[in-house]
């Protein structure tokens, strides 16, 4: 559902007006306009991230956990940049820099923010793993892709509450989706602000696509693979968290016009086992759950 051009501009301004709009780090932005560079040096990134200091202890933290699962520990930045590369480094820091603008505290019944961030670092590690199972070519920007699919819903969380709490309850009292709910309570959706959010802080258009589409990946045009990619995982993950039924979730996947859409990519997806695959999801769950503790602590 697209939003009143009027309103979207009017919600922007708000937000924008406020002057509480978080900023990625300029460590983030340098990190990531360097790995986008294939002249950089790693000595380059390196000396970057070595001068934030608690920024450097948090990516040994989370290399040497188990949601990398690495033989032997990483002892230095330089160890860090070798056995995970620069891309997967970059993108690292990136979700790092994002906690620290928003961080998972606990409490809140009617938006709990640690419960927010549990489920998008779920949808990312699913989306990795996805991408992995069906050999899919995403340049390892899946993971942030899922992180960040529901950003918007923080930017609502923060600067129109009210509207998003009726939002919510819409959806939980009236049955439509969260998208529907939102257009009617705040004449715009938070695919939409997510979208305008990751454009804000110069995030790749891989990553931009997937959070403006995620409900809607027929509508991705440039990278519907990563966008059905995401929507999967964040079916997977809401089932997994809300322990729903293994067969429901099967028939709901395969209606899905994300389901299609990689099928056509890989053929692979139609005999997979949904009720298995989601079993062994759970220890990708755990996965995510310690990243998170990790990366924001």
Not at 123 to 152: M, N
Request: charged content about 25%; hydrophobic content about 45%.
């Amino acid at each position: 559902m697209a939003a009143d051009p009027q309103r979207f501009e009017e919600v922007k301004a708000h937000v924008l007006a406020s002057g509480d709009l978080p900023t990625l780090p300029a460590v983030a932005f340098e990190v990531s306009r360097l790995a986008a560079n294939p002249l950089s040096g790693m000595s380059e990134i390196v000396r970057i991230i070595r001068n934030d200091p608690p920024l450097t202890a948090k990516i040994l933290r989370v290399a040497n956990s188990a949601f990398y699962g690495m033989p032997r520990r990483i002892e230095s930045l330089n160890m860090a940049l070798v056995v995970l590369g620069m891309r997967e480094l970059n993108n690292l820091v990136t979700c790092i820099a994002i906690l620290k603008a928003f961080p998972p505290v606990p409490g809140g019944t009617e938006f709990n923010r640690h419960a927010f961030w549990e489920h998008s670092a779920g949808c990312g590690e699913i989306s990795r793993v996805i991408a992995t199972r069906l050999h899919l070519r995403l340049h390892g920007v899946e993971f942030t892709a899922g992180l960040l699919h529901d950003v918007g819903k923080i930017i609502f969380d923060q600067h129109f509450h009210e509207p998003f709490i009726r939002a919510l309850k819409m959806t939980a009292d009236e049955g439509i989706t969260s998208l529907e709910a939102e257009q009617k309570a705040l004449g715009v959706d938070h695919a939409q602000i997510g979208a305008w959010l990751a454009e804000e802080w110069s995030l790749p258009p891989t990553i931009v696509e997937a959070i403006r589409y995620h409900h809607q990946p027929g509508l991705s045009q440039e990278h519907g693979t990563l966008t059905a990619v995401v929507r999967l995982a964040d079916l997977f993950t809401k089932a997994l968290l809300e322990d729903a039924n293994r067969a429901s979730l099967h028939n709901e996947l395969i209606r899905d016009p994300a389901w299609d859409l990689l099928a056509k990519r890989n053929p692979e997806i139609i005999s997979l086992d949904v009720v298995r695959f989601a079993e062994e999801l759970e220890e990708n769950m755990e996965r995510a759950r310690e990243f998170i503790r990790l990366a924001s602590e």
